[in-house]
């Protein structure tokens, strides 16, 4: 039996940290409104200078690293991402060149925050297909670069970052399923309204700012996510008992203990970054994760449960022994 397993984790968070005490002085919030509301107390904003890419290939040197192998060793790099360096080529070639991996599969793929679940549920297909024996695969987000910020009802939500995973074929059981979803009759409650064939003259005007129905959206996720949960255990057969980890999409801490009550999971089991990185769309779910190992509360072959929920809506979990 073929599995794909996680051997290496790595994360980059740029240097500027914005507090919400620094947002009090950019719009009209409090840190006690964006603390009760949303449980983000700071975030990592990327330089004007500083691309997705730059990230990724930070975290990926580390993920690298931890995994003990060198850039020849890998043959297939995905990257979750929103917000890509440019529109062509993909941002997962630019990575790809930059730490001299040789030529390989490499592309990116947009499902807004759910992007790194979608990452890795597609490396695993790869891998377990027999198609590639070590992936680069990564969740990371400009997102600040897309916030306007003077609309308090958005730009204290999200932060940047990178995070990696190297993804390797092997014979010790690993990732055990994967559960993808998406349905875009929702697509007009979270939403960014300019792309390459729609309205790019409006990119960096007023007009182009993230669109979000906070309260439908917060509904949406809840039932969503406890469904996603429940799911990827019913159907691996594996009680709420077992599990070791939930690593929840951190987009607010609300949301993550109302899946984590669904679950009837103590917080203790949850990884919880929010507080540090606010929402990072993609880049939450592998940044989490490397702060679980990094700090030793994640161990080898504990169970995890990872889900994510995002725009479109997109959604999806990983259970995984680590
Ligand atoms: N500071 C102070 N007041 C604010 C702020 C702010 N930053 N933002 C909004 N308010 C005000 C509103 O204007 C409103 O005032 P009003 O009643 O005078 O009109 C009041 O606070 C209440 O606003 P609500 O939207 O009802 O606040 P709510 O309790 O729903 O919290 C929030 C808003 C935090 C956005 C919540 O709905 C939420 O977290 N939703 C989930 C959305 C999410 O997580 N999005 C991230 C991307 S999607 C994803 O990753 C899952």
Not at 92 to 101: K, P
Not at 171 to 198: F, M, R, T
Request: glycine fraction near 8%.
């Amino acid at each position: 039996m073929t599995y794909s397993r996680i051997t290496g984790t790595g994360r980059f968070l740029p240097e500027k940290v914005l507090t919400n005490f620094d947002l009090e002085k950019i719009v009209d919030t409090t840190d006690e409104w964006i603390r009760t509301r949303t449980g983000v107390e700071r975030r990592h904003c990327v330089a004007e200078d500083q691309t997705t890419s730059d990230m990724c290939v930070e975290a990926a040197k580390v993920a690298m690293e931890s995994a003990g192998v060198r850039p020849a060793d890998i043959d297939m790099v995905i990257i979750g991402t929103t917000s890509p360096d440019l529109i062509f080529p993909n941002v997962a070639t630019l990575v790809q060149h930059r730490l001299g991996i040789p030529a390989c599969t490499a592309f990116s793929l947009e499902a807004a925050c759910t992007g790194f679940i979608y990452a890795l549920t597609t490396a695993d297909k790869f891998i377990k297909a027999g198609e590639s024996k070590r992936a680069l695969v990564i969740g990371a987000e400009c997102i600040t670069k897309l916030v306007d910020w003077s609309d308090r009802n958005t730009c204290v939500l999200f932060g940047d970052g990178a995070g990696a995973v190297i993804l390797e074929q092997s014979d010790e059981q690993g990732i055990i399923g994967c559960h993808l979803g998406a349905d875009g009759q929702y697509k007009d409650l979270l939403y960014y309204p300019v792309g390459a064939s729609k309205d790019l003259a409006k990119a960096g005007t007023d007009e182009a700012s993230i669109m979000m129905s906070g309260k439908d959206v917060f509904k949406v996720a809840v039932s969503t996510l406890g469904n996603v949960a429940s799911k990827a255990l019913e159907s691996a057969g594996v009680s709420q008992d077992e599990l070791d980890w939930l690593i929840p999409h951190q987009a607010n801490l609300r949301i993550i203990q109302a899946t984590a009550k669904r679950l009837n999971l103590p917080m203790e089991k949850v990884i919880l970054t929010v507080q540090d990185h606010g929402n990072t769309s993609a880049a939450s779910v592998p940044m989490a994760l490397d702060v679980g190992v990094r700090d030793g509360r994640i161990k080898r072959d504990q169970m995890i449960l990872m889900e994510a929920f995002g725009g479109g809506f997109t959604w999806g979990s990983v259970l995984m022994r680590f």
